[in-house]
Each structure stands twice: as C-alpha cells, then as structure tokens.
C-alpha cells in the first residue's frame, strides 16, 4: 500500500513571520504521519523557523528547489548538505514554472535528484505537458521522456524513495484542474513507465500526486482515483484552513 502524500507548494508567498503563524496553526491538527504525510514545501527563507516550529510534529517541510552540488560559487542557490543541516525532508525539483523560468532542464533534473538522493532527501519530481503538447496528442511521449530522463541511473532502492508529481503545465494556477478520469490516465501511464524502468515491486511502491488547481472542491474526485497517491497543492494550500481541508480529503 502506498502512504498517500499531500504537500503544499508556496511558492514565492509569505514572509517568515506569516509562515510561522500558519505552521503554529496547523502543526498540532496534522492528521497522523501513520496515515498520511503531510508536506508544506515553503521559501527558502523560511526553512529554518519552519523546521524547528514543525519539530515533533507530523507536519514536514520541504524546499522548492536546491543545486546538485554539495557545495561551490553558485550564488543564490541552496545544497542539498544545506538542507539537511536544517533538516529539511522533502524538496520539489523540476517544478514547470523552474523548468520554463529559470532554465531547469531534463538533464538538471536528474542531477538534483541524484543529489537528493545521496542526501536522503525525499525528492517531488514534477512531470506534465503544455496546452500545445496536449492538443498536440503528445502527452503520452513527453511525460514519457520526462520520467525516464529524470530516473536515469537510478537503482530500484533509490527509485522507490522519488516521489512524481503529474501536472499539467495548463492545470498549474489556472484554477482550469484535469477532469479526474484525463489525470487519472496519465498517471496510470507514469506507473506503466515506471514499470519498464523497475521491477513491479518498485513501481508499484513510488507514489504519484497529481498537481494543478486542486482545491478543497474537487480533491475528493481526484484521490478517488486508483492510480492518483495525493497531491501537490499551490494556490489552496496557502490558507491554513484550506490546507487542513486538503489533508483531511485523505481517507
Ligand atoms: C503548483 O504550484 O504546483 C500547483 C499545482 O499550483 P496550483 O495548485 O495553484 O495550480
């Protein structure tokens, strides 16, 4: 049985301060780690206090990105070494908007998650197609090669700890989400590909979320699909209540 996993993305929102009001929060209503691991994947500036508030509870915090280097003159990024000094458990690579903004390509992808890996960070590898890619009926080919690009060289062991997220790059802050049944399909193709990458066992043990506009409205279709595992959550997941929502939608 795979553990679902919902986690939020903020983004470029919120200072320290209002970050840590929303963890004070939510930290002692996070249901059960046993049941469901609950992420919030916050600005880099809000790592340390977000860490330390959610100590001892059953919230975790990821970052949103980080460099593959463990160290080194790249001004303005984050290592992985740095984030687990933090402790730091999850981190979000290849997000849509860092792959079409900030040069994040297939190739930097697999180094970052290699990198989390070797750090024993829980990697978010995000995956999705374009509206043109879509209309195109390329759908299918482009997850494809993004999967299999961003899992390159990995082992069974190492590939069983990735978590991929499924989101269509037209679903992401559109409010536009995938009807269940279209994310539901691309989902069970990510597991087909998976599955000719790595043993069943493997891939039938990596979890995958699907991410674009999910609200406190339509999560229940969306885990209600088979081969949907949770969600990545950007704009719904800002708001403490909503988050609480998101996580409570897990059955
Ligand atoms: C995201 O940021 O990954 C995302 C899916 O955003 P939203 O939920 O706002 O569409």
Same mark, same amino acid.
């Given at each position: ?14 200072? #320290? ?11 002692? $209503? ?21 860490? /330390? ?17 463990? !160290?080194?003159? +790249? ?8 984030? *687990?000094?933090?402790?730091?458990? +999850? =981190? ?5 908007? $860092? $792959? ?8 930097? =992808? *697999? ?31 482009? #997850?494809?090669?993004?999967?299999? /690009? ?6 069974? !062991? ?5 978590? =991929? ?15 269940? !049944? ?24 990596? $979890?995958?979320? +699907?991410?674009?506009?999910? *609200? ?16 990545? #959550? ?15 939608? =897990?059955?």
């Amino acid at each position: 049985m795979r553990k679902p996993i919902i986690a939020g993305n903020w983004k470029m929102y919120k200072t #320290v301060d209002e970050a840590k009001r929303f963890a004070e929060e939510v930290k002692e $209503r996070i249901p059960s780690a046993e049941a469901i691991d609950s992420v919030i994947c916050v600005p880099a500036i809000a790592l340390d206090s977000l860490v /330390k508030e959610a100590a001892g509870t059953d919230l975790k915090i990821g970052a949103q990105t980080m460099h593959w280097e463990k !160290e080194g003159a +790249y001004t303005g990024e984050i290592s992985p070494s740095q984030l *687990n000094a933090l402790g730091v458990e +999850y =981190v979000i690579i290849g997000h849509s908007e $860092r $792959r079409a903004m900030f040069g994040e390509t297939d190739e930097t =992808v *697999n180094k970052k998650v290699k990198a989390a890996i070797r750090h024993s960070l829980h990697p978010i590898v995000c995956v999705g197609e374009s509206i043109e890619v879509r209309k195109g009926g390329q759908t299918t080919a482009v #997850v494809r090669s993004e999967i299999e /690009k961003a899992f390159h060289g990995l082992g069974e !062991e190492e590939a069983s700890r990735i978590v =991929v997220a499924y989101e269509p790059i037209w679903a992401i802050g559109t409010g536009e989400s995938a009807t269940p !049944e279209d994310a539901d399909n691309v989902c069970e193709t990510i597991r087909n590909v998976l599955s000719e990458l790595y043993s069943e066992t493997t891939a039938n043990s990596i $979890r995958i979320q +699907y991410g674009g506009s999910v *609200n406190e409205k339509n999560i229940d279709s969306i885990l209600a699909m088979p081969h949907i595992d949770g969600a990545l #959550v950007g704009g719904a997941s800002l708001d403490p209540e909503s988050f609480l929502n998101l996580l409570g939608a =897990v059955k």
